[in-house]
């Protein structure tokens, strides 16, 4: 039996020893760790086994274990065989330690016994848990993390069957070559195990229903991220995926299926019993774009499109979905402000009430406990601060409990908030306040409705006077969560014993990191002592009837401390022969087996450490009625707390016997009579220097009642409202409580109307939901009536039947006044909103003519895929201008005051959406054209493509001798070729000019229609190209006649085989041609470009054009056989060439002036 450290080992022994020694200097391993957190079941769970590893849920924390130069110079003995180990007890009493050398066996004692799990050193991260209630099995998972591949490469799993006394090492049960990463518990039946592979190996889930005895393994196709069991059904598992999915089981694993995609990380819940109508419901946020959601509701199995509720209107912030007890919350922000949603018992969203201006800009919700909402909210003018707001029963109103609430970041960026609710004690917290630049503690008996400082010890850990006087000097302590699940962390109570809390802390005028020590209160925190000079991790055993205290050291530590007084007295145990660098202790909270479980090293590379220690042996039997005492809860003397006087047992202090783990804390109850200190101030009021409650500057206490719609009277508020949970009685004469008062007619007043979301705009086939409220009025009596603006109206009875909203879908965009009038015997109101109904931005196309002539208005219209209407701005830029003229109709007319090419641009605005599009305008004094088609066999082969035509135009360009050719989408096929007045030509040759552009198109005509233009398309497939119409605007009086482009237009009505498409290129603001046009969907003209000069094609020479007299005959003999303009005048196979005349011709493509021909001779 190894001995106690006060006794010499023998030579021979400590020989023995000597050849187990192992010397450490190597980096510490670290612990995987899980934060605590609420966890599926509402309870709070040590481990990971039961928390979904969701964001902020995990942390890999590298526990210290650096140690002083002093220790790096020592040998550490490891004890070496596993036995048990008789750990006495040392006494520590008023600051001072009395040692007693000979142990008897009723004296307090601990039996210890240590097993180490060899092979593991070099793994640095591990999981413990502690199987299930009252159960033996405790099961170990070892990895060793690389952090430079961000991966697991190693791992082991160890389970012990007898309580931590030996564990076996089962990798051949789960496979020698799978690397396991994550170990998790069913929270509902913990003899259900289930353990994630490492996806770098292979993606699986390894299974056993018989606490790890035996594994079945089954592969998934997707790496787990996070898994969040079901709160009643123990084979219910949703799974959060690494690429954003999120999957469900109904048989622990066995089998997966596809919920929905796009999910946020942490944002998803399963249905909470007793609210959700189905068991299987799963609450979803779905990402939809960038900080934009969904509220997603359906069935875990069955979750398709059209079993998906989408219960809040519109979108929601992401990361903004808590579902939580009876409340699911949501957040919109709108230009910048947020505003926050809640529902509650899970009826329709409303939004949540703060002081009119606490303008908001960060709200986390704290706590949801007692159907009461607490939350931490950041006002405008807070920055390193929130402020603690409580809310009403539904959540919806809430009013100001304590400002400036000290808050700090966790590891992933969580906001943590030192706020801490005290366990046993009903109304009870602790909070952590910045005043006047001093982080203080302050601590309310009633729910938050007053606060005071703690008072401090008299005197120190030994006994030295402290003089610490309020309000100068008082108690402070760190509140926040350990982020070690396996660490007890700074502060803790436990429900089992009320009024018992231990908290690091010191004395002074503010909080401290430095000189802390341990603090406790055995009178709900009234009076306080202190236990430690130095901070220990401290937990509750047998149900709260013992103190367990370890140090927190970076530094290996053998001994630990126990009370069983209220920490009164301390024994300290050794438990342990070397010292152990102690990286978490594990305990099964509530069960009888009296067995804590220490995990550590001895060194920095040696094995993991596992001691099991047996602390039954420090009581002698079980508590009986005469070991208990009675104790009240006060404050600061006063009774009365939340409403009632309350009397606790426990046991007496010293008494060695075992708590009953199921005996009443609560010993008696009686209700108090109300006073003023068992309520608030309503929401809208505001407590005043004299104690009383004051409406606001800005709130209106003779509002309207909401109650007023649904009976004949309401309670008017007196300005308070009782503490929720405050089970006091009120006299026959009721001061603070509402009082119900008939509900007189009034005319109504302020009657408001909005979207649900706060938004003046929504998609085109949307659900608008709209909200009416009134200031003032008689609601039960006042019919409202809503005038959605495109024709359709709806009236109710009474305000009360449109609390949930009234809703409306749009069909068509456009601007839409609707109006909301209020009515009754008394009087009426109004309220009216614009509400704009868009639609997406597709496409946009500028229709403008190609050829303008200069000084004559030109018709531009922006045409849009799909139509809007009055929901657009438009911006219309003219070449080099620096301002645009801006519309908002698509169409302006515009006139150009000089020759040349003009470009024309046209933006778009819809919402943050703007698309434009661009033409080039010739601007001319005159002009002439021709439409040009092709024989029937090449619509044979237009697949009506961009490209197609671009080919087909070069082509036709080269017949044509160089000259520019547009081709048109649609079919027939058709092209449009323009002839131009030269640039240079004067205004007295302007007559010359006009009669010589005659003479070119006469030219071109003949040439045409005797189909002397022609190209192979391909083998046996010859393309004749023929003339359609010939325009005759530019060559008449413009002052006498409409402008060359409308001639144009109405002339090419009369030919059916033009494409809609140039009809509008050309047209007048006409209401036909404009719908015609706008149903259209084709594409514009393509730019085509030039040919080379070394293009082979068949040209038409001047020299071969018949005469006038020939071309008279042959017409007239094409008119006699009905074929006009068909028939060529001559079977020739030579090429006309055009020789030059001294004027130019232009062809335009797609809109676009490309070639200028420039001739010699007017007379050729």
């Known amino acids: 039996v190894p001995k106690t450290d006060d006794q010499e080992l023998s030579p021979l022994r400590r020989m023995a020893l000597l050849a187990y020694l192992l010397i450490a200097v190597f980096t510490a391993p670290s612990v995987n760790v899980c934060m605590r957190r609420r966890c599926c079941s509402h309870e709070l769970f040590w481990g990971c086994s039961c928390c979904a590893r969701s964001v902020g849920a995990t942390y890999n924390e590298n526990v210290d274990r650096s140690i002083s ?22 006494y520590r009493r008023s600051g001072e330690e009395a040692r007693v050398s000979n142990p008897r066996q009723n004296e307090p004692h601990l039996d210890t016994s240590t097993f180490a799990l060899s092979g593991d050193s070099a793994h640095n991260q591990a999981m413990v848990h502690w199987s299930g209630h009252n159960s033996s099995v405790i099961l170990i998972l070892t990895k060793l993390y690389d952090f430079n591949l961000g991966a697991v490469t190693e791992s082991s799993l160890w389970r012990s069957t007898d309580y931590g006394s030996t564990y076996t090492k089962l990798n051949d049960k789960v496979g020698s070559r799978t690397v396991l990463s994550y170990l998790y518990v069913c929270p509902t039946n913990k003899q259900k195990i289930m353990m994630l592979s490492d996806p770098e190996v292979e ?118 979905l808590v579902v939580q007890d009876e409340y699911v919350f949501t957040q919109v922000t709108k230009s910048g402000r947020a505003s926050y949603f809640v529902s509650y018992m899970r009826e329709s969203f409303k939004r949540m009430k703060l002081p009119k201006y606490c303008l908001p800009k960060d709200m986390h919700i704290i706590s949801t406990d007692e159907k009461q909402v607490f939350a931490a909210v950041q006002e405008w003018n807070q920055n390193n601060t929130y402020s603690l707001y409580i809310s009403d029963s539904p959540g919806v109103y809430f009013i100001l409990s304590l400002e400036n609430l000290r808050t700090s970041r966790g590891p992933a960026g969580n906001l943590l908030v030192d706020f801490y609710k005290v366990e046993g004690i009903n109304g009870m917290y602790l909070a952590n306040k910045l005043m006047e630049n001093h982080i203080k503690t302050f601590i309310t008996y009633n729910k938050g409705q007053t606060w005071s400082l703690l008072p401090a010890p008299a005197t120190d850990v030994a006994g030295n006077n402290l003089h610490c006087v309020l309000p ?84 290996p530590i053998r001994h630990l401390w126990i009370s ?127 104690g009383n409650c004051s409406p606001a500057f800005w709130f209106n206490p003779n509002g309207a009642a909401k109650s007023c719609s649904t009976s004949q009277s309401f309670l008017n508020s007196t300005g308070y409202r009782k503490v929720l949970s405050n089970n006091c009685k009120e006299g026959g004469r009721k001061v603070f409580s509402p009082r119900r008062q008939p509900c007189h007619p009034r005319a109504p007043r302020g009657l408001q109307l909005s ?27 006042t019919s409202i009536q809503l005038d959605f603006g495109d024709g359709i109206k709806i009236t109710y009875s009474n305000l009360s039947r449109a609390d949930d ?195 070119i198109s006469d030219i071109f005509v003949s040439a045409l229609n005797q189909g002397l233009i022609h190209f192979e398309l391909k083998a046996d497939v010859r393309i004749t190209v ?51 046009t706008e149903d259209s969907h084709e594409k514009e003209p393509e730019v085509i470009s030039t040919v080379g000069q070394n293009d082979t094609m068949s040209k038409v020479k001047l020299s071969e054009f018949p005469s006038q007299k020939e071309f008279m005959e042959k017409e007239m003999e094409a008119r006699n056989r009905g074929n006009h303009f068909k028939v060529p005048l001559q079977q020739s196979k030579q090429s006309v060439l055009l020789e030059p005349v001294k004027k130019s011709v232009m062809i335009i493509t797609n809109g676009a002036v490309t070639q200028n021909l420039h001739c010699n001779d007017l007379e050729s």
């Open 69 to 90: 130069g002093e220790a790096h110079s020592r040998e550490r003995f490891v004890q070496a065989v596993q036995g048990v180990s008789n750990a006495r007890a040392e």
């Open 472 to 555: 100068f000097c008082s108690l402070h302590l760190h509140l926040e969560m350990s982020e070690n699940p396996y660490t007890s962390g700074p502060i803790t109570s436990k429900k089992s014993v009320p009024g018992i809390i231990v908290a690091t802390g010191n004395i002074g005028t503010e909080l401290s990191s430095s000189n802390l020590g341990m603090f406790i209160t055995s009178d709900a925190g009234n009076s306080w002592r202190q236990i430690f000079d130095e901070e220990y991790n401290i937990w509750f055993l047998d149900n709260g009837g013992a103190l367990l205290a370890v140090l927190h050291a970076a530094t």
């Open 755 to 781: 979207t649900s979301q706060g938004e003046l705009s929504a998609p085109v086939g949307s659900n608008v939901t709209f909200m009416v409220s009134l200031n003032e009025g008689d609601s039960l009596r």
């Open 203 to 320: 993606s699986a889930v390894l299974i056993s229903s018989d606490e790890g005895a035996s594994f079945e393994k089954y592969l998934i196709n997707f790496n787990i991220l996070s898994l969040l069991f079901h709160p009643s059904q123990e084979n219910w598992i949703l799974a959060y995926s690494h690429d954003s999915k999120l999957y469900s089981s109904m048989d622990f694993g066995r089998k997966w299926q596809l919920v929905h995609d796009n999910v946020m990380p942490g944002r998803f819940y399963w249905a909470v019993m007793g609210l959700d109508r189905e068991s299987d419901v799963v609450h979803i946020e779905t990402r939809i774009g960038k900080g934009r959601a969904q509220y997603v509701r359906c069935r875990a199995q069955r979750c398709t499109e059209g079993n998906r509720q989408y219960l809040f209107p519109g979108h929601v912030d992401t990361n903004s």
């Open 805 to 999: 909203g009234i809703k409306h879908i749009y069909r068509t965009t456009g601007i839409y006044r609707v109006t909301a009038t209020a009515e009754n015997s008394q009087g009426s109101d109004s309220s009216t909103l614009f509400l704009h109904i868009t639609s997406p931005l597709e496409r946009i196309y500028l229709s403008a003519p190609i050829v303008a002539i200069r000084g004559k208005e030109a018709n531009l219209t922006a045409v849009v895929w799909p139509i809007h209407t009055r929901t657009l701005t438009f911006f219309w830029w003219f070449d080099n201008s620096s301002e645009p003229i801006i519309t908002l109709e698509g169409s302006i007319s515009h006139t150009f005051q000089r020759e040349g090419k003009s470009k024309v641009t046209v933006q778009v605005a819809s919402g943050s959406a703007v698309m434009q599009d661009s033409k080039v305008i010739t601007v001319k004094e005159f002009f002439r054209s021709l439409l040009l088609s092709f024989s029937p066999a090449l619509d044979e082969h237009n697949p009506d493509i961009p490209e197609w035509r671009e080919d087909i135009g070069r082509v036709v360009r080269t017949a044509l001798s160089q000259l520019l050719v547009s081709l048109y989408p649609g079919l027939p096929t058709t092209a449009e070729l323009f002839i131009l007045p030269d640039e240079h030509t004067s205004t007295e040759h302007k007559r010359g000019s006009e009669e010589a552009l005659e003479t």
């Open 564 to 690: 069983l007084d209220e920490g009164k007295k301390w024994d300290r145990h050794s438990f342990s022969l070397a010292p152990l660098y102690v990286d978490g202790v594990l305990m099964e909270p509530e069960t009888d087996n009296h067995i804590i479980t220490f995990f550590g090293h001895f060194s920095h590379r040696s094995e993991w450490q596992l001691i099991k220690i047996d602390y039954k042996g420090l009581f002698s039997r079980r508590c009986m009625d005469g070991d208990y005492q009675t104790w009240y809860l006060h404050n600061k003397g006063e009774l009365c707390v939340m409403g009632e006087k309350q009397i606790y047992m426990k046991r007496r202090p010293g008494n060695r016997c075992m708590l009953a783990q199921d005996y009443s804390r609560i010993y008696s109850s009686e209700p108090c009579p109300c006073t003023a200190y068992d309520f608030e101030c309503d929401y809208g009021w505001e407590r005043q220097a004299d």
């Open 1026 to 1076: 023929f003339m359609t119409q010939q325009t005759l605007a530019p060559l008449v009086d413009s002052n006498s006649l409409p402008s060359g482009s409308a001639m144009l237009m109405l002339l090419s009505v009369v030919f059916v085989g033009l494409a809609a498409f140039f009809i509008y290129k050309f047209k007048r603001k006409i209401p036909w041609i404009h719908v015609q």
